[in-house]
């Protein structure tokens, strides 16, 4: 079962930040956050992955709060090729990834 | 770098006939996956192979499905009798080592009717 609460659908206005929360409350000290986003018949891509620390790459920011209870993905500036279908995975014992139903994300133009 | 290869694209079937699907992932990943995606969740898993031994099948119905990877580079995934439930895409994906970023193919869609 997923270990992870997030909101079935948001909108964005292109151009601004989108940004999506996620709930992992019981999460472990040892598992990690990955965030996946699936655009519309294709498979899920990667987006960025953390522990503790807020990390950033080229396409988003993702910041955990200090208790590790909840997470912020950040798209700095979305564009229309950025609705999707974003998932929020903490990564259990064992290395399996469970997917939940995550956020449907519309950029509106 | 090729990414991870699926083919059929799409296939439709009638119930208790039998399909199977293939993969081929990315060279050098050790670590396959075959999930399945029924239309509105998200990816389940079904069988996780390191090389060509299985890792975990706790969630393939092994009565029907069944999943092999031979040589540990490509796989198939067979079911057979297909049910009416059994509609969804079925996603492959591969790792370098488990637990490592998985890169998806683009999936095959089965439609059981």
């Known amino acids: 079962d997923a270990k992870t609460t997030q909101p079935p659908s948001m909108d964005c206005a292109e151009g601004r930040a989108a940004n999506l929360p996620c709930n992992h409350s019981t999460i472990s000290g040892n598992e990690y956050v990955y965030w996946y986003r699936q655009i519309h018949s294709q498979g899920p891509q990667y987006i960025i992955h953390?522990?503790?620390n807020n990390e950033t790459n080229e396409m988003a920011s993702l910041i955990i709060t200090e208790d590790r209870k909840s997470s912020t993905l950040i798209l700095p500036h979305a564009t229309l090729r950025d609705t999707a279908v974003y998932y929020c995975i903490v990564r259990v014992v064992g290395n399996q990834f469970y997917f939940g139903t995550g956020t449907s994300l519309t950029v509106i133009p | 770098e090729a990414g991870v290869a699926q083919s059929p694209r799409y296939k439709i079937i009638e119930k208790r006939q039998s399909v199977a699907f293939w993969c081929n992932p990315i060279s050098g990943h050790a670590t396959l996956y075959w999930y399945q995606q029924i239309l509105g969740q998200g990816p389940k898993l079904l069988i996780q192979?390191?090389?060509?031994?299985?890792?975990?099948d706790s969630q393939l119905p092994k009565d029907r499905f069944s999943a092999e990877r031979l040589k540990g580079v490509d796989s198939t995934l067979k079911i057979q009798p297909a049910k009416l439930e059994d509609s969804a895409v079925y996603l492959c994906a591969s790792s370098r080592e488990a637990g490592g970023e998985q890169f998806f193919g683009p999936g095959t869609r089965l439609t059981v009717l």
């Open positions: 953390g522990l503790k």
């Open positions: 192979f390191q090389n060509n031994g299985v890792v975990d």
